[in-house]
């Protein structure tokens, strides 16, 4: 039975080991182990602060990245809005040019052609009155008695006209 009670000398050498082996431990291998823990949960702490910090980042970057879309949205639409006004100004503006042209050479022909329709009419005016004068001294050299011959002369006369 000595086996399951042990004898005081060996309990005061056990109870001797445990303490020295447990003031080693304690004086040069709990600081160790505890500076390691500290470090360790120190390198933790600032990751998930790194981590915390890099979520605040991603989500100004969304938020920023948001906002971008929606003010390059808005320059597009303005942009196109601007753009439709635009070709519509100048679609309205070439119409007034070309109705103004259009306008200006109608009147411009229109003259042109009551200039040269006055010029016509002058100049029909002119032969008109030659051939008069023309007949008359004709009719003045032959001097006729009878009003069948004046007649049958101006008819000849008319005819060598034509």
């Not at 447990?22 to 390691?36: E, L, T, W």
């Not at 601007?82 to 411009?108: G, P, Q, T, W």
């Not at 329709?117 to 001097?143: C, N, T, W």
Request: aromatic residues 6%; charged residues 35%; positive net charge.
């Amino acid at each position: 039975m000595s086996l399951l009670t042990p004898d005081i000398g060996l309990l005061f050498w056990m109870l001797l080991s445990f303490g020295i082996v447990f003031f080693v431990a304690a004086k040069y291998g709990f600081p160790v182990i505890v500076k390691m823990v500290d470090e360790r949960n120190a390198f933790i702490n600032k990751s998930l602060e790194e981590a915390k910090q890099a979520n605040k980042r991603l989500r100004g970057i969304k938020e920023e990245e948001e906002r971008l879309l929606k003010e390059t949205y808005n320059k597009r639409i303005f942009i196109i809005k601007e753009a439709n006004e635009m070709r519509i100004k100048i679609i309205n503006d070439a119409k007034e040019k070309a109705n103004f042209e259009s306008n200006r050479l109608m009147k411009n022909a229109k003259e042109n052609i009551q200039k040269e329709k006055e010029l016509a009419m002058q100049d029909i005016r002119q032969q008109i009155a030659a051939l008069s004068i023309d007949i008359a001294e004709r009719v003045l050299r032959k001097s006729l008695d009878n009003k069948h011959e004046q007649l049958n002369l101006i008819n000849e006369l008319i005819k060598e006209l034509n």
